[in-house]
């Protein structure tokens, strides 16, 4: 039994391009060290799209920007953590990779959506010139070769008269046009992992069905692995193959994506899904969970959860819930299953 669960989504016959393993992701601040995310472990695959799910202060953006690099002072990865990246045939530990060779990485063969497309896109500058810029970064090809890959790329994610599109400024277009902009140049340099933070949490919920339908597209047609990070376990059911559900820096339950629906096993897997109001049946309150994620700078010596945990025991209190592992790779850190893996069931 140990006490962080090393998730490994299901291989299928995909080529591994990611794994990270014990993660550990340290604020040094002035109270103490701020633990954003400790021991986080888990694989990713071609064509499969890894959802990171948890409310807000759990530790999913932290994640994100340990493998693109983007974690500076007062944060550090901290020393035996791992990311290890071996698409493209590269063997790159991201963890320790110099700002050189991470450079030659992100926005290339691993790029990124966040949440807010107008804080990401330059408003000075027109989209079509933004989306040029960014492939002319990582690839030696004229201004007219440019032009044609941006205009076409604009076409794939859905915009109409893209050749219109092209010379239009961000402040001119909505929010879901934004964001598509976004996509398209995420997807400029065809990146073998495509991290989008809350990509569709700004949106409408008509246009987060296209965005998240778009996504689902792209991962079919090019083979990308996605990993999508969303507080919302509705997005999550769309476009998931497997679902890693974070609490406090930690990944709680580890499942594929109907595992997890059907048969979730930690109570604050059972927490969200009662909060969802798709889930929830007419009429009756959404249950939102009581509490809050507590402060990384304060951990509890039990289980994070405990405070806010219906089922907490007095074991929950005083030690790290056990991970046990039911079928097909599924597994939760929660005391509640102790006795069945004792058993061996
Ligand atoms: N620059 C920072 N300095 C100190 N603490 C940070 C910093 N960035 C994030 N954190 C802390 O790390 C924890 C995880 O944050 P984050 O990964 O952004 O959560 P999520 O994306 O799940 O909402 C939070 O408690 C947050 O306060
Ligand atoms: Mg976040």
Redesign the pocket.
Known sequence: MSEEIKNTAEPKANNKILEVDNLR?Y?H?KKGD?K??DGNHFDMYENQTLA?V????????????SILGLV?E??EIMPGSKILYTGNGKNVDLAKASDAEIQDIRGNEISMIFQEPMTSLNPVFTVGEQIMENIRIHEDISDEEAKARTIKLLGQVGISRPDEVFNNYPFQMSGGMNQRVMIAMALSCSPKLLIA??PTTALDVTIQAQILMLMNQLKNELGTSIML?T?DLGVVAQVADWVNV?YA?KVVETADVQTLFKNPKHPYTIGLMSSMPSLATEGSRLNVIEGT?P??VYLPKGCYFADRCKHCMQKCLESQPPVVEFENGHKAACFLYEEAEQKGE
């Open positions: 992701v604020f601040t701020s954003a995310v990171i948890g409310e807000s202060g759990c530790g999913k953006s932290v994640t994100a920007m500076s007062p944060g933070d809350e990070i507080h974070m820096g994620v402060n990384p």
